[in-house]
């Protein structure tokens, strides 16, 4: 189902002031900072999309759709539902992704901030080599490390965002074509 303008504007609203571990930006300011790196790396609509709602797991109508599932299973069904598959793996796989860098990039872990570093143990750690290796075969593996990479340089609570225009844009131009009909808030 499309979402109205209204109703993604809602759900992105709705991170405001939602904490984000001990990170100095709430989840709303996180998600839109997200969403200026995609931006400035020339990412496609679809591709900006997915940074921007990577955490939309953590939004309260999102958490209330889909109880009981970890923050990324609930907004990769939350893409699914509302803008595609693609962006759906792709939010699925953000926590893995951080799993796989820290497993394959030697500076990676290096950079992580102390929160970041925290919630590894939680998440299991890094991958395996055959984790990794079934990680990075997956034709979407490329663009999960590259939103994970976005994720982690947007906790800068005087770094710029992107606009909630330019979100909504990009979703307006994604769901050219598909069924409007139905328009009724999430909210
Ligand atoms: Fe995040």
Known sequence: MTLSAAALAA???????LPYGKEAVDQRTH???TG???KRAGADDELLLAAVLHDVGKARPVVAQWPG???ELAGAEFARAHLGER???I???HVPAKRYLVATDP????????GSVASLRRQGGPMSDEEASAFGAHPNSAEAVMVRRWDDAAKDPYGPVLPIADVLDAYGRVCTGRDFADQRPLL
Do not use: K, N
Not at 11 to 17: E, H, P, R, Y
Not at 107 to 114: E, F, N, P, W
């Open 107 to 114: 500076g990676y872990a290096a950079r992580l901030s102390a």
């Open 31 to 33: 998600a839109l900072q």
């Open 36 to 38: 200026w790196h995609a």
């Open 87 to 89: 962006a759906g793996w």
């Open 91 to 93: 939010i699925a796989q």
């Open 69 to 71: 599932l970890p923050h």
């Open 11 to 17: 759900i992105v609203d709705s991170l405001a002031g």
